[in-house]
C-alpha cells in the first residue's frame, strides 16, 4: 500500500513537473518571437512533386556548386538516397567547397560514425533545437521543422521532403510518396540564406560567414514572399489568407489536427457557400495521428466540406490555394504543432502561372483520392472511437 500510494505521488509530481515545465517554456518562445515582415520576390520558380525529381535535381545542382552548400532537414537518414547524399557532399568538401548540414536534433538518423566521417571530410554538421534545460520537455517538443538548402547562394530549395528513401516511395506501408518541393533560382534565395544563418547561429556552432553567401541575385518571372515561422504567427497568416476567399479553398496536409479557430473558419466558410476542399492522406505515419484527426474532420464533412482521403501512396504535401489568385507551398502542417511549437518556412505565390501549377496538381491528386462522406463514419469500430477519444487528449502534441 505505502508502495503504491509512493508511486502515485511520483507519477503526480511528474505530471505536475511536465505541465510546470511546457507553460514556462510556451510563454518564453512566444515572448520571444517576433514577427518579421517580408519582402516580395522574384525569382525563377519550379515546382517538384515527386521524390526522384527531388533528388535528381537537388544532386544535380550540389555537383555543380563551385562555393558553398547548405542544407537543413528535419529528418536525415543513413540509408540508400541519405548516402548518395552524404557521399556526394563529402566529394564537394573535399574539393573546396563550403559544405554544412545541419538536421533537427530528433529528426538525425544518421550514426556517429556516418557523422565523423562527415566531419573529417570537412562538413560542418550540427544539430539544431536540441532539448535543454530548464524547459526541458517543452524544447524537446519544438523542432526545426523546416526543409531548404542553398547552393551557392543562388539555387535555393524549399518544402515537404526530407533525406530518407521514404520519400523516393522504398518504404512499403506507404509506397508512393507525394510531396511537393519549390525549387527558387536568382531573388528570393537569401531569403532562405539568411533564415538557415539564423537558425545555424542558434546551434552555437562556429563557422566562418562568407561574404559570398550574398551573391548578386537575378530576378525572374514569379512573384513569392518566403516567410519564417517559430512556433508563432503562422496561425495568424493561415487566418488571414483564408480569410480572402471568395469562392473556393484548396487545402492539402499530411496531418489536420487543427486550432479552433481554423475548424470554426473552414466551418462557416462552407456554410456561406465556398467551395472548401481539403486532401488527407489514408494512411498515417505516426501513432494516433489520424485518430486524432477524425473528429474535426467528420464535422468539416458534416458542414459541407469536401474532403479526400489520398490512397494512393502517402501524402505529404503541404499547399494552400484562395479564389486560383493567391497560394502557399509550405514545410508547415495544419496542425497545433506546426502552429505553437515548430519552425516552419512558408512560401506565399502571387503569379498565375505559379498558381495554377499548383492547383492542378492538387485537383489531381483529389481526383484519384477517395471522398470521404458521413455514412463512413458510421461505420467506425468501437475500437477506432476508443483511439479517437485517447488521440483527442493528446491532440496538442500530436
Known amino acids: 500500500m505505502i508502495i503504491a500510494l509512493i508511486v502515485l505521488v511520483l507519477l503526480l509530481l511528474i505530471i505536475v513537473w511536465l505541465r510546470v515545465d511546457y507553460v514556462i517554456g510556451y510563454k518564453k518562445l512566444h515572448t520571444n518571437n517576433h514577427t518579421s515582415i517580408q519582402e516580395s520576390r522574384y525569382p525563377t520558380l519550379s515546382f517538384i512533386a515527386t521524390g526522384e525529381d527531388f533528388f535528381d535535381q537537388l544532386f544535380a545542382d550540389i555537383r555543380a556548386a563551385h562555393r558553398h552548400i547548405h542544407l537543413l532537414f528535419y529528418i536525415f537518414k543513413d540509408d540508400h538516397i541519405g548516402s548518395r547524399l552524404i557521399k ?48 526541458l520537455f517543452f524544447s524537446l517538443n519544438c523542432r526545426n521543422h523546416r526543409k531548404i538548402a542553398i547552393i551557392d547562394g543562388k539555387l535555393g530549395y524549399v518544402g515537404g521532403f526530407n533525406a530518407g528513401d521514404e520519400y523516393l516511395g522504398r518504404d ?10 519549390l525549387r527558387l533560382e536568382g531573388d528570393g534565395v537569401q531569403d532562405l540564406q539568411k533564415q538557415f544563418l539564423v537558425d545555424l547561429d542558434h546551434t552555437k556552432t562556429d563557422y566562418f560567414n562568407r561574404n559570398d553567401y550574398y551573391p548578386h541575385l537575378a530576378k525572374g518571372a514569379h512573384t513569392v514572399r518566403l516567410i519564417p515561422t517559430d512556433g508563432h504567427y503562422l496561425e495568424d497568416l493561415l487566418m488571414e489568407t483564408l480569410q480572402k476567399a ?8 499530411p496531418y489536420y489536427i487543427p486550432s479552433d479557430p481554423l475548424q470554426e473558419l473552414l466551418i462557416n466558410s462552407a456554410q456561406n457557400g465556398i467551395s472548401v476542399k ?121
Open 172 to 181: 512499403p506501408k506507404f509506397g508512393f510518396w507525394r510531396d511537393l518541393h
Open 278 to 398: 481539403l486532401i488527407l492522406p489514408q494512411k498515417s505515419d505516426h501513432p494516433l495521428v489520424k485518430e486524432g484527426s477524425m473528429p474535426y474532420v467528420q464535422r468539416l464533412v458534416e458542414s459541407g466540406v469536401d474532403v479526400y482521403h489520398y490512397d494512393q501512396g502517402f501524402y505529404h504535401a503541404k499547399a494552400l490555394v484562395i479564389d486560383q489568385s493567391l497560394a502557399w507551398v509550405s514545410t508547415a502542417n495544419l496542425d497545433k504543432r506546426s502552429f505553437y511549437l515548430n519552425s516552419e518556412m512558408t512560401c506565399m505565390l502571387y503569379d498565375q502561372k505559379s498558381i495554377q501549377e499548383l492547383i492542378t496538381c492538387i485537383q489531381h491528386d483529389m481526383q484519384i483520392s477517395e471522398k470521404v462522406t458521413k455514412e463512413s463514419f458510421q461505420k467506425r469500430s468501437l475500437l477506432s472511437k476508443s483511439k479517437e477519444q485517447m488521440a483527442g487528449l493528446l491532440s496538442g502534441l500530436l
Open 88 to 135: 556526394l557532399l563529402e566529394e564537394k568538401a573535399t574539393e573546396g567547397v563550403d559544405v554544412i548540414v545541419m538536421v533537427d536534433w530528433l529528426g538525425n538518423k544518421l550514426p556517429h560514425k556516418t557523422i565523423k566521417r562527415m566531419q573529417e571530410s570537412g562538413i560542418l554538421f550540427t544539430t539544431s533545437h536540441t532539448p535543454a534545460f530548464p524547459t
Open 246 to 253: 471568395k469562392s473556393s479553398i484548396l487545402l492539402g496536409s
